[in-house]
């Protein structure tokens, strides 16, 4: 589990923008989902297409890679923290910012809240990095993952193979 729990922003840092289909966990469970911020309407979002997403920081002994296929972004959503399964966001916004992005998420998942802050910056058609503070609580929050910080770096390596669906990892 602890792994698990450690991973929930670093998941959703790899998940973003790849949503398979347009609806929010929530919406899934037929729960009526937040209405996105009016500044997210605007936001530049990575282009669709293969990208390698390294992900290093926070209690990761070493960075992990993975190539994923990266579909188009939905006006209104929050590109760079994707809704997950099981996973329920209070908050979830992007605005601009010099030099890129700033987004705000607050999550819960198995009795407790992950606040993630982060910002983007690079060009969203060939390498963006994301770099991102997360807050833990919750009873059993080991204390180590109380506040972590994660990089993420992803470059472009063209377009999606054949076949290979919105938010699927290719190996």
Known sequence: ????????????????????????????????????????????????????????????????????????????ENPFSAPQQGVTCSENSVKSAPGGAEFHSVCASQGMTVTSDGKVSGNMDSAYKVEITTKTTGANVPP??????????????????AGAAPGSVVQ
Request: charged share 15%; glycine share 8%; aromatic share 2%.
């Open 1 to 76: 589990m602890r792994a698990q729990l450690a991973m929930i922003s670093a998941v959703a840092m790899l998940a973003a923008c790849s949503n398979a289909d347009n609806k929010t966990a929530a919406e899934k469970d037929g729960a009526a989902a937040p209405a996105p911020a009016a500044e997210n309407a605007s936001m530049p979002a990575p282009k669709p297409g293969l990208w390698q997403q390294t992900v290093s920081g926070g209690m990761m002994p070493s960075p992990t890679t993975v190539k994923m296929c990266v579909g188009p972004t939905v006006a209104g």
């Open 144 to 161: 180590q993952m109380a506040e972590m910080k994660m990089t993420v770096d992803a470059t472009r390596l063209g377009d999606c193979p």
